[in-house]
């Protein structure tokens, strides 16, 4: 099939755009009100979008908590969901009032955050502490939906020790949790994880990829 996706004519069940650009990280976003009314909500539409300096976005389908409390004070932490906190995470995603606090809802413990005020997720194996730079509204096909692009500086990272190993962080022990569509998730696993070395460009212009484990140089 191949279809005009301004008209989304794709005859299928739902929509699919969702499963093919798949998996999508999840940023598990918390956010404090005015009252400091604690804040949770998982996020797939967000993406780590730089290094140095560190950005992540999300975006918020309509206005929701997490967008008004971002724009009232400019902070949210991303922490990295996994297998382990499924559950907690889905729970943490249901449409509740604003004076519900996710944390509580979920059954899951805050940890202190260090350079921003919402709290992270206790049993999150890592997270980001954010700090709001810009909100950009998409414009929207049918004018029902406002869609917004939350950028964030990252200006705090937690990582638990126990996945740095050797120096680095093995992102496969956390499992960390990617959505897919419909109602389908990945885990990212031991089994799951391998590594491709970069290709080298030698003098007479040929390419050619380094065999053998990573040497732990960027090239
Ligand atoms: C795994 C997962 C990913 C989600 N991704 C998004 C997303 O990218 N954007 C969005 O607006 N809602 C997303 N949702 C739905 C929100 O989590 C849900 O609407 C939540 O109630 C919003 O909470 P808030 O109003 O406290 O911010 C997602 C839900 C799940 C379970």
Redesign the pocket.
Known sequence: MHYDSIKNEHGLKHDPFKALVAPRP?GW?STVDKNDVL?L??????NAVSERPHYVM?????R????RNIEDNGEFTCSISTMDTRDG??IS???VDSLSD?FALSNLETAESIFVKPPRVRRAPASLECRLWKIVELPDVSGDRGHFIVIGQVIGIFIDDSVIKDGIVDTASMQPLA?MGYMDYAVVTPETTFSLQRPQVKEDGTVTVPKGDWDGIYR
């Not at 909500?41 to 967000?46: C, D, I, L, T």
């Not at 999300?58 to 309509?62: E, G, H, L, P, R």
């Not at 929701?64 to 967008?67: A, F, G, I, T, V």
């Open positions: 999840i976003v804040n909500a998982p996020y797939s539409f967000f999300f975006v918020s389908a309509n929701k908590d997490s967008l995470m889905n995603s249901a449409q996710e959505r």
